[in-house]
């Protein structure tokens, strides 16, 4: 089955800095990866994701790049705000089905 | 008009008792989730459910069974509960014909 890492588990960044956290798959099959922001006491809202057929999407300040060969996907936060401060989490799933989400990374911004 | 939403937000039972969670869409979805997430905040997925078919993750004990009275609906029962029950569980839902699930707000149990 899906085998999903994410690095690092925790990342401090000053405020106005930019924040990477990379994820890798292990089934190749695997061709959409979404991104959750879970904030303290809240459930995981989506951010931003990507499919197998495209290799970067950006959303204002925010950015997914994919490398299909390598598996591997990351999450670019740029100009990062005390807001920004969350538990990140990737995902790795074939068609919406079975989604296996990494352990999450702990990103505090500071002011 | 929240979207996926879930009843009690906190649930605090002694072992041994019986619970039930519930989880309301007004998305008109067709597949609906349960998952997990401990206390190191890992998220795994429980069971996916539409109106033809359950999928269990072969780790999930028996002791906890989905039940959708209809198409917006995917409860939670848990039986016999056990100090390692204790989590926040997580509803979500997903169009068919879409790729994102959308999750709930999250019912955290303590089970003493």
């Known amino acids: 089955g899906e085998n999903v890492e994410q690095h690092p588990s925790t990342l401090s960044v000053q405020e106005g800095d930019s924040a990477v956290i990379k994820c890798t798959y292990s089934?190749?099959?695997?061709?959409?990866f979404p991104w959750y922001k879970q904030e303290l006491g809240k459930g995981p809202q989506l951010i931003i994701d990507?499919?197998?057929?495209?290799g970067e999407k950006k959303d204002q300040r925010i950015a997914v790049t994919l490398n299909k060969t390598a598996k591997h996907f990351s999450l670019h936060i740029t100009e990062t705000q005390p807001e920004d401060s969350a538990v990140y989490f990737c995902?790795?799933?074939?068609?919406?089905?079975?989604?296996?989400f990494g352990p999450g990374t702990r990103l505090s911004v500071l002011p | 008009d929240t979207a996926v939403s879930q009843t009690p937000k906190y649930l605090v039972t002694q072992m041994g008792n019986d619970k039930s969670i519930k989880c309301e869409q007004n998305?008109?979805?067709?597949?609906m989730y349960w998952y997990k997430q401990d206390s190191k905040k890992f998220l795994k997925i429980m069971f996916s459910y539409n109106n033809k078919e359950l999928i269990i993750n072969e780790t999930v004990p028996n002791r906890f069974s989905p039940k959708s009275p209809d198409k917006a609906h995917l409860n939670l029962h848990i039986n016999s509960l056990e100090l390692g029950d204790s989590a926040v569980y997580f509803c979500?839902?997903?169009?068919?014909?879409?790729?994102?699930?959308?999750f709930g707000p999250g019912t955290r149990l303590l089970v003493l």
């Open positions: 998305l008109g979805h067709d597949t």
């Open positions: 979500a839902s997903r169009a068919r014909t879409q790729e994102t699930q959308y």
């Open positions: 990507i499919r197998s057929n495209v």
């Open positions: 089934d190749s099959a695997s061709n959409y």
């Open positions: 995902a790795a799933s074939t068609h919406g089905q079975n989604f296996v």
